[in-house]
């Protein structure tokens, strides 16, 4: 059974640091694009990064850029977004989600991710 779950979500003052997991089980996480979505409540999902099947191609939105980082672990089939400098507006539920066809690079469009975990909250707050 194809299974998404996200942790690593938490309260976290301005400026201070997160790392968001997403653990695959059911298939081999290295094979496929992951993307790390956010949402807030009444507002669109949003993409905020990307990373490519084997090779390795990430992208992030002009948002985060240059404060996230996204890698993987194989020996874990897990994917990570390290957050830093984390601003209020980051405020947000956390997804990951699996394209089965994506090829690189790697797009931030929720429409193309068909499978879903169930989210971790992250507020930044002080």
């Known amino acids: 059974q194809v299974q998404l779950v996200e942790s690593g979500g938490g309260l976290v003052q301005p400026g201070g640091s997160l790392r968001l997991s997403c653990a695959a089980s059911g298939f081999t996480l290295d094979d496929y694009t992951i993307g790390w979505f956010r949402q807030v409540p009444g507002k669109e999902r949003e993409g905020v990064s990307c990373i490519s099947n084997s090779e390795r191609d990430t992208y992030y939105a002009d948002s985060v850029r240059g404060r996230f980082a996204i890698s993987r672990d194989n020996a874990k089939n897990t994917v990570y977004l390290q957050m830093n400098s984390l601003k209020p507006e980051d405020t947000a539920v956390y997804y990951c989600?699996?394209?089965?066809?994506?090829?690189?690079?790697?797009?931030?469009?929720?429409?193309?991710?068909?499978?879903w975990g169930q989210g971790t909250q992250v507020t930044v707050s002080s």
């Open positions: 989600a699996i394209d089965w066809a994506g090829e690189p690079p790697c797009i931030l469009f929720p429409n193309e991710y068909d499978h």
